[in-house]
């Protein structure tokens, strides 16, 4: 049976994910999902963020919650612990990236096409290998990883339907066009560009699939995953 293998969350974008056992899903996706996310200066386009393409040690940083709803965040780094909006931390990146970047707020998230991803664990495997690096899921920056059998891509069936995940049910929009960012490397932030280049010829750059909450609902490894 299909299976969900894998809860994540990204409190700041670009940063390390947090797993988690179980979540409740609503309209908006995961609680705390991209919350945070830095603004460059100067930078008036669409994606103004600083991410990991322009700053790869943010890969390496862990962002730590406080308490409450919209809690306050503090940040583990290789150059130490900081506030998450202190001055102390933005001059960090500055000097990481010789970028400046604000940060930015929204309790509806930054994430770039829709409030819920999802790829399995087959999609994962067949990039990886064919890339030559560990087969890792947090590369992909995802917040459910799905066991779909051993066909790659098969989520991509999905588009166009909806997807119950545990309580939760999904409309599943469009694939997930990939980017840069499945280069680099979740712990050290190197890259790796035949992960792209792997995805461009095995599914035309994309691996995955977005969508939004029909039905919001409690998801919990090792819930089912059918069509609804």
């Not at 670009?14 to 991209?34: I, K, N, T, Y």
């Not at 001059?91 to 790829?119: M, P, T």
């Amino acid at each position: 049976m299909s299976r969900l293998l894998h809860i994540a969350r990204y409190p700041v974008k670009s940063m390390q994910g947090e797993e988690l056992a179980s979540a409740a899903v609503g309209f908006q996706g995961l609680p705390l999902d991209r919350s945070f996310a830095f603004v460059q200066e100067g930078v008036h386009t669409p994606f103004p963020w600083l991410t990991g393409r322009e700053c790869p040690q943010l890969l390496q940083c862990r962002p730590i919650a406080g308490e409450g709803r919209w809690p306050e965040m503090r940040v583990h780094s290789p150059a130490g612990e900081f506030e998450l909006g202190s001055a102390e931390f933005a001059a960090q990146l500055h000097n990481w990236s010789g970028r400046r970047a604000v940060l930015h707020s929204d309790y509806r998230g930054c994430q770039d096409v829709a409030y819920v991803s999802v790829i399995s664990t087959a999609t994962i495997r067949a990039l990886t290998e064919a890339a030559g690096v560990p087969v890792d899921h947090r590369r992909f920056r995802m917040n459910f990883v799905v066991d779909l059998g051993e066909v790659p891509f098969a989520e991509k069936a999905w588009v166009g339907r909806q997807v119950r995940l545990g309580d939760a049910v999904i409309a599943v929009h469009e694939q997930d066009r990939r980017c840069q960012m499945i280069t680099l490397d979740p712990e050290t932030g190197a890259a790796a560009p035949a992960v792209l280049k792997a995805a461009g010829e095995l599914n035309e750059v994309y691996a995955g699939v977005y969508g939004s909450v029909l039905v919001p609902g409690v998801v919990r490894v090792g819930d089912g995953v059918a069509i609804a």
